[in-house]
């Protein structure tokens, strides 16, 4: 049994925060705005199963963990600030689970200085209904770079038939980038019209999703990121897929009318292609309509 603290159990957090409870890890959960007990339904038509893992509200109550997850959005990454140095300690393996590119940078200097903080690729479908309640759409996939800590988090949540798939990965950085080309689309598309996943794959929707992804795979490919238009392609048949009714992050944020993360997946591509002398107008361009909402 490992001790896990999730920072920030919203839809990522508390799917995996769950995950983790199932296999008989000692989980808690440090959050913001307290509930009484987390609950997570798998599908829509789902049984919501309780998850009676400790609710920590205040730093000064947490002690160091095997394992801290952090799910916060990555604006609010300097929030977790307490949170990471009260959690963290010699050993610790603190997984960054977050969206954009170099997520590890971001706790530099937050954690202990003996912990190990390593980034993670997430994807996976959950909706926040409302504090403390998650509903899980029913598929998920972490990769983080090759390590030690692979099987570790093999034994914290995959396994199952409601598990996440751990993959660790021998090139990550293309990884991140190849889930940033469909951060990229699909958030600012989706917040933007206010509609869900669908709106992906309608004809009129066709030459913003190509125009966009074919930037972020130029500015990808700009800093060393092994991406092709076979990437493109491929990201245009899974919209074509997708399961009815979900949506994206940046949606479900809007939606809730909280703060969207914009400034780390578009805003990550345009100042990566300014640095690299790559041109990305369309992304800009929607750069300039998310700052605006």
Same mark, same amino acid.
């Given at each position: 049994m490992a001790s896990v603290v999730v920072i920030g159990p919203g839809a990522i957090g508390g799917v995996l925060a769950a995950l983790a409870h199932e296999r008989g890890h000692d989980v808690a959960l440090a959050v913001r705005t307290p509930f009484e007990v987390l609950r997570v339904r798998s599908g829509a038509d789902g049984e919501e199963r309780p998850v009676p893992a400790a609710i920590l509200t205040d730093?000064? +109550? *947490?002690?160091? *963990?095997? &394992?801290?997850?952090?799910?916060? #959005?990555?604006?609010?990454?300097? @929030?977790? *600030?307490? &949170?990471? #140095?009260?959690?963290? !300690?010699?050993? +610790?393996? %603190? %997984? %960054?689970?977050?969206?954009g590119v170099d997520q590890d940078r971001r706790v530099e200097g937050l954690v202990h200085p003996d912990a190990t903080a390593i980034p993670a690729v997430v994807v996976l479908g959950a909706e926040a209904v409302e504090p403390g309640r998650i509903l899980h759409h029913g598929y998920g996939r972490l990769t983080v770079p090759d390590g030690p800590w692979v099987e570790g988090l093999v034994g914290l949540v995959a396994g199952g038939d409601d598990g996440v798939e751990v993959v660790g990965s021998a090139d990550y950085r293309t990884d991140a980038w190849r889930k940033l080309i469909s951060n990229a689309v699909a958030n600012p598309i989706t917040a933007l019209t206010m509609r869900r996943n669908e709106v992906l794959a309608e004809? /009129?929707?066709?030459?913003?999703? $190509?125009?966009? @992804?074919? =930037?972020?795979?130029? %500015?990808?490919?700009? =800093?060393?990121?092994?991406l092709t238009e076979d990437d493109v392609t491929t990201l245009r048949r899974h919209y074509a897929t997708m399961p009815a009714g979900t949506g994206t992050s940046m949606l479900y944020d809007r939606l809730a009318g909280?703060?969207? =993360? /914009?400034?780390? $997946? +578009?805003?990550?591509?345009? !100042?990566?292609?300014?640095? /690299? !002398?790559?041109?990305?107008p369309l992304n800009a361009a929607m750069l300039a309509l998310l700052r605006s909402m």
């Open positions: 730093p000064a +109550t *947490a002690a160091p *963990a095997d &394992w801290v997850i952090l799910t916060t #959005k990555a604006q609010d990454t300097a @929030s977790a *600030a307490g &949170w990471l #140095k009260a959690a963290t !300690g010699p050993g +610790t393996v %603190v %997984v %960054v689970a977050q969206n004809g /009129h929707t066709a030459d913003l999703v $190509l125009g966009l @992804s074919r =930037e972020v795979v130029a %500015v990808a490919r700009a =800093e060393g990121a092994d909280r703060p969207t =993360e /914009h400034e780390y $997946l +578009t805003g990550a591509v345009v !100042g990566a292609g300014q640095r /690299h !002398g790559v041109p990305t």
